[in-house]
């Protein structure tokens, strides 16, 4: 089968080493001098690795911070969180190295099916938030993000910290990256983070290395469909493969591109069976919806808030972090 890859981003490159026995190309919207992959770059390490290992790498080979502890400061107080595997790694060296030796068509603006993909017998949106071949998502969710990679000898914490804003709208957080450098940033549905970031720049003397702002969709894929349209298939966040609670991306992305190549003859399994793996981001949105739009109540969002907690408890070698329900209460009073 020959098949297209539309985005070079960690849903792509990692396609493009998972397709073995098809003829595969990807073609990305950035020239290859201006390409660089977004995002914070925290995982669990024990998970991923088994996903990087079917792809023909060694995750540990791009390891830069291994976290202990988390510090989740939600205004009034904080807490600490111990973590289970959770680490900041090179995100982008790992998807440079996954495109290695694979057909890539650099700048390649892709809106629409075009004479290009002609002779392709599937084409796989994979360009994220942008969505670019499949119909818009009615009532999207897109929220805003802005991001640092810093410099200083100053810099305040020596581990994971997260500070949650109120009402589930997002949060702000400092990842480690090691050698005195480390990605800060923030989301938030209505932008109340605006100078946060600076101004830590400016207190810490931080010089900065790299800033990328984009927004991230928080949708569950119950509420993404359709999937397909045409030899069009959607993986990752472009059909919403992001745990909502958290913003990321990276490990549901894999694992929705594993469930693409098993069902690659089968786009409707493949629906199906993205729809049950990701059954519980649609509880999850729910929740975090109801927190932004005001309308949040614990007896109504309590069995979907346990089922939430549940996932995450049950899944805590996948997320990397021990979850508590105290914990998870009092980070939702807000």
């Known amino acids: 089968m020959k098949i297209a890859i539309v985005g070079a981003g960690v849903t792509g490159?990692?396609?493009?080493?998972?397709?073995?026995?098809?003829?595969?190309?990807?073609?990305?919207?950035?020239?290859?001098?201006?390409?660089?992959?977004?995002?914070?770059?925290?995982?669990?390490?024990?998970?991923?690795?088994?996903?990087?290992?079917?792809?023909?790498?060694n995750f540990d080979d791009y390891i830069l911070h291994r976290g202990k502890n988390m510090t989740v400061d939600y205004g009034s107080g904080s807490f600490q969180m111990h973590l289970k595997g959770l680490v900041t790694y090179d995100k982008h060296r790992l998807c440079e190295d996954m495109l290695k030796g694979h057909t890539v068509h650099w700048g390649q603006q892709v809106k629409q099916l075009d004479g290009r993909f002609d002779d392709f017998d599937l084409v796989v949106d994979a360009t994220g938030m942008h969505r670019s071949l499949l119909p818009k998502v009615h009532n999207d969710l897109l929220v805003p993000c802005v991001e640092y990679q810093v410099k200083s000898d100053k810099l305040p914490y020596d581990d994971f910290y997260i500070r949650p804003y109120s009402g589930l709208s997002g949060y702000w957080w400092y990842f480690p990256l090691g050698d005195g450098t480390a990605h800060v940033g923030a989301g938030?549905?209505?932008?109340?983070?605006?100078?946060?970031?600076?101004?830590?720049?400016?207190?810490?003397?931080?010089?900065?290395?790299?800033?990328?702002?984009?927004?991230?969709?928080?949708?569950?894929?119950a509420y993404c469909q359709?999937?397909?349209?045409?030899?069009?298939?959607?993986?990752?966040?472009s059909i919403g493969t992001v745990y909502p609670l958290l913003g990321e991306?990276?490990?549901?992305?894999?694992?929705?591109?594993?469930?693409?190549?098993?069902?690659?003859?089968?786009?409707?399994?493949?629906?199906?069976?993205?729809?049950?793996?990701?059954?519980?981001?649609?509880?999850?949105?729910?929740?975090?919806?109801?927190?932004?739009?005001?309308?949040?109540?614990?007896?109504?969002?309590?069995?979907?808030?346990?089922?939430m907690y549940r996932h995450m408890k049950s899944n805590e070698r996948r997320f990397g972090l021990e979850t508590r329900l105290g914990d998870m209460i009092t980070a939702m009073r807000g």
């Open 188 to 221: 938030e549905v209505h932008g109340r983070y605006k100078g946060e970031c600076e101004a830590f720049i400016k207190k810490y003397d931080c010089e900065v290395i790299r800033k990328i702002g984009r927004p991230v969709r928080v949708v569950a894929p």
């Open 249 to 307: 991306g990276i490990i549901p992305s894999m694992q929705c591109a594993d469930i693409f190549v098993e069902n690659i003859h089968d786009m409707e399994a493949y629906s199906e069976e993205v729809l049950k793996h990701f059954d519980i981001y649609a509880k999850v949105y729910r929740v975090m919806k109801a927190k932004i739009d005001g309308n949040f109540s614990y007896f109504r969002q309590f069995p979907e808030m346990f089922a």
């Open 13 to 57: 490159s990692y396609l493009l080493n998972r397709l073995d026995g098809h003829q595969v190309e990807c073609f990305e919207m950035r020239p290859e001098e201006k390409w660089y992959t977004v995002c914070a770059w925290g995982t669990s390490a024990p998970f991923i690795s088994d996903l990087i290992k079917k792809a023909g790498f």
């Open 226 to 237: 359709p999937f397909t349209a045409g030899k069009v298939v959607g993986v990752g966040e």
